[in-house]
């Protein structure tokens, strides 16, 4: 099944490190719903640090700026099932299956205990990994929709995360790059986080530091990290 591999376009895939230790940053696209099949991973953000290991599921929530640490554990490589929820899917379930926003969510990643659905869910995905060809879209439908029915029986709040097809909107850049400068994103996505385009990006962040994001966001060739260039008292924007 081509979800072995990393894809820009792959719904549900198989994530496998084979290397001793990977890292990167990012953020994603899309929410996406993970369970951790061995290895270790450990997500580092402005505000909290989480480590998952072996049969840990969780929800990583869109447009969240992480550093990712994937290594072995056990003698085992870092192996992960990680189903996308893209905003067609999402609109297609909750067109069938109303849901709505009762208060705001707080995109912070989600946990979730054992359950005997998750266990079977996952359980059943795991075989079609050996597939050579793509999964049947009819199947990936079947199962993006299952696994949104297991979340919503098991986590009442879930609908005020999927429910919620915005694009991030303009915040306080200022407070925003103090706090996650050090991360190795593109001025394109720093922009795209902060509600902005490129153009009003570059001239916000003028404003608020009297200096251009250049040196700060290009990201880093050489594996060094850059010296932080935010004035203690940046001015709100």
């Known amino acids: 099944m081509s979800g072995q591999q990393k894809s820009e376009y792959a719904e549900i895939l198989l994530s496998c490190i084979e290397d001793s230790y990977y890292k990167e940053e990012m953020a994603l696209e899309f929410h996406s719903f993970a369970r951790v099949v061995s290895g270790e991973m450990k997500v580092i953000q402005a505000d909290n640090t989480y480590t998952f290991t072996a049969g840990d599921t969780l929800i990583f929530p869109a447009n969240q700026l992480s550093t990712l640490i994937k290594s072995p554990k056990d003698g085992l490589p870092y192996k992960a099932v990680v189903i996308f929820f893209t905003p067609e899917r999402l609109k297609a379930f909750y067109t069938k299956n109303p849901g709505k926003r009762t ?6 990643i989600k946990t979730f205990a054992k359950h005997p659905m998750l266990e079977s869910f996952f359980a059943s995905l795991i075989p079609y990994f050996d597939l050579e060809s793509e999964l049947p879209e009819k199947i990936m439908a079947i199962k993006i929709e299952e696994a949104l029915t297991i979340l919503r029986t098991i986590d009442k709040d879930i609908d005020q995360l999927m429910v919620d097809f915005s694009e991030p909107h303009k915040i306080n850049l200022a407070a925003f790059m103090e706090k996650n400068y050090m991360h190795n994103l593109t001025m394109e996505k720093f922009g795209h986080l902060t509600g902005r385009s490129l153009t009003t990006f570059k001239r ?11 040196k700060m ?5 050489t594996g060094a990290c850059p010296l932080p260039i935010i004035p203690k008292k940046a001015k709100p924007n």
């Not at 966001?217 to 060739?221: A, E, M, N, Q, S």
């Open 103 to 108: 208060a705001p969510h707080t995109h912070k």
């Open 204 to 214: 916000d962040f003028k404003k608020s530091f009297n200096t251009t994001p250049k």
């Open 217 to 221: 966001v290009t990201p880093k060739k």
